[in-house]
């Protein structure tokens, strides 16, 4: 470790301050292998990974560990030169990119209350109660939601055909619940709105029928519903599809398969949610645990 912050001083020129933020780093870094049992030259791409959530759970900026990974690929790098490593495990770490902030999402109380909200005695309200529905069912990004199509939604199966970001297509399963309301939209709400009309899209505005929900129109929804149910937070359309990626983390499911079902091209992306579940973890465990 001296023999790098030597070059970083020597060889790189770094300021003062870059060399001693670098040597905390790496501090940091040796702490992590030592309760591991490990040497530092010893540690994988899985143990560096480790090293980084670890910072995240301990709350530090996304700054903080964007350096904390710069100087661990450095350091890497450095003693691949010098031959104490034969391949780098750090070439290609990063920290996931999602992690520039938590994500903020609701209880399943608080989903509940919301849910509950739309007047479904209204062909408005059944409309969006099974806006609201799919979203928390599907996780899907609004865009997507309001740009479905009625043939993309096969309720018989439990599942429909997205189109995400670079019209990539993807199925995601939809919950019974959830089919249910889709179900009792298109008998009792879609045609109420539409009238005599037409329109490509499966959710319709309620004004002037034909017309495709909007992002903007279903945002304008959803705090409504979010003022009556008495959240206090800031709701958007992206606190629904962490509650949904979180709730499912929270019953077991895997973090590939919300990937899956998520759109995400990379799986650093869904990691975040990781990150939350292990500070949840952390509280617990402190809590509940009689010598924690």
């Given at each position: 470790m001296s023999a790098y912050l030597t070059h970083l001083t020597v060889e790189r020129r770094l300021a003062a301050n870059s060399v001693a933020s670098y040597e905390r780093d790496l501090r940091l870094l040796a702490g992590f292998?030592?309760?591991?049992?490990?040497?530092?030259?010893?540690?994988?791409?899985q143990d560096l990974?480790?090293?980084?959530?670890?910072?995240?759970?301990?709350?530090?900026?996304?700054?903080?560990?964007?350096?904390?990974?710069?100087?661990?690929?450095?350091f890497y790098r450095f003693l691949a030169i010098e031959g104490r490593v034969t391949v780098s495990p750090a070439d290609d770490l990063r920290p996931p990119r999602?992690?520039?902030?938590?994500?903020?999402?609701?209880?399943?109380?608080?989903?509940?209350?919301?849910?509950?909200?739309p007047d479904v005695a209204t062909p408005r309200g059944i409309r969006d109660r099974a806006l609201l529905e799919l979203l928390y069912a599907t996780g899907m990004r609004v865009s997507e939601l309001v740009g479905l199509r009625p043939g993309d939604v096969d309720l018989d199966a439990s599942?429909?055909?997205?189109?995400?970001?670079?019209?990539?297509?993807?199925?995601?399963?939809?919950?019974?619940?959830?089919?249910?309301?889709?179900?009792?939209?298109?008998?009792?709400?879609?045609?109420?709105?539409?009238?005599?009309?037409r329109s490509p899209r499966l959710f319709v505005n309620a004004r002037g029928g034909g017309a495709g929900l909007t992002r903007v129109g279903f945002w304008k929804i959803l705090k409504a519903y979010a003022r009556l149910a008495g959240l206090k937070a800031a709701i958007s359309p992206h606190v629904l599809r962490h509650s949904f990626a979180t709730h499912l983390l929270e019953r077991g499911a895997d973090l590939r398969a919300i990937q899956m079902m998520l759109g995400h091209a990379d799986l650093s992306t869904t990691q975040i949610y990781t990150h939350v579940l292990e500070r949840r973890m952390r509280a617990v465990y402190d809590r509940f645990h009689p010598r924690a």
């Open positions: 292998a030592a309760r591991r049992g490990r040497r530092l030259d010893a540690l994988t791409r990974e480790g090293f980084v959530r670890d910072l995240m759970s301990d709350g530090r900026s996304p700054r903080s560990v964007a350096r904390a990974v710069a100087c661990c690929r450095g999602a992690w520039k902030a938590l994500p903020r999402y609701l209880s399943t109380d608080e989903v509940d209350r919301l849910l509950a909200q599942y429909l055909t997205c189109t995400g970001k670079g019209d990539k297509q993807r199925i995601v399963p939809i919950g019974d619940e959830a089919a249910a309301w889709v179900r009792r939209y298109l008998r009792d709400g879609r045609p109420a709105l539409l009238r005599t009309r």
